[in-house]
């Protein structure tokens, strides 16, 4: 007889959790949905991405490129590839910027809106289909983009936004529609709209707590026997 009196108190703690995390819980299981209704392949882009042929340095690859010196820049890495036809050889400074060298030594310049344009079309299918160019400091990028480096952005037709690295030419980042909404959905998958990065802050270990909670309450009450209604059967 004292089992009855808990587990109706289990109850109408489950119920009022149950209130109290539903919309979460709904926000949670819609948001997910949204975000799996696609190969993640197909929400970053990829297959806008043109195959690019890899080139081998040549042989008899002479590059003039000297070690920058000086104490306030000191170097991370150096790196030699081939791009559009001839070696390049990049310098990662310890600050996170990087310099282009061309096989005779000098500068590259950083990327202009009319080389990334050019980049676009030819990397991306229906890249030679812009709207607008617009570029980014690394300090003031787009939520969309989330990452701290000057880029290039180059809009399309049909809503895809092709991120260029101003440093290096490389394409950063492809955003179509869907992964703009598959952005939003993972910020409210993760009760984060404003930064859509921080999976750990207590709002959402709160309410995770409680759902689990309730979940656990929900699992008990099915151990919970009812008592069979009076019907005509049991009436005599």
Excluded at 13 to 29: A, K
Excluded at 204 to 214: K, V, Y
Aim: hydrophobic share 45%; net charge positive.
């Amino acid at each position: 007889m004292a089992q009855l009196p808990m587990m109706r108190r289990i109850a109408r703690y489950h119920i009022w959790l149950g209130w109290l995390v539903g919309v979460p819980l709904l926000m949670w299981t819609i948001s997910g949905l949204v975000m799996v209704a696609r190969p993640i392949e197909v929400v970053r882009g990829e297959h806008l991405r043109l195959p690019v042929s890899q080139q081998a340095l040549p042989s008899e690859t002479n590059i003039s490129v000297t070690l920058p010196t000086g104490k306030d820049r000191p170097v991370k890495s150096v790196t030699t590839v081939m791009s559009g036809g001839i070696p390049i050889t990049s310098f990662t400074y310890m600050d996170g910027a990087v310099e282009r060298y061309g096989p005779d030594g000098n500068l590259i310049h950083r990327v202009t809106g009319k080389d990334a344009k050019r980049i676009v079309a030819q990397q991306i299918v229906g890249g030679d289909r812009v709207e607008s160019t617009v570029r980014f400091d690394a300090e003031d990028v787009p939520i969309g983009f989330r990452r701290p480096i000057s880029v290039w952005q180059v809009a399309l037709e049909g809503g895809t936004h092709v991120y260029v690295a101003q440093q290096t030419g490389q394409i950063a980042a492809v955003r179509t529609r869907w992964w703009r909404i598959f952005d939003f959905m993972w910020g409210l998958h993760i009760m984060d709209l404003e930064t859509r990065g921080d999976t750990s802050h207590p709002i959402l270990i709160l309410f995770t707590a409680l759902a689990a909670l309730g979940t656990t309450l929900g699992c008990i009450l099915m151990f919970r026997r009812r008592k069979p209604k009076a019907g005509p059967a049991n009436a005599g």
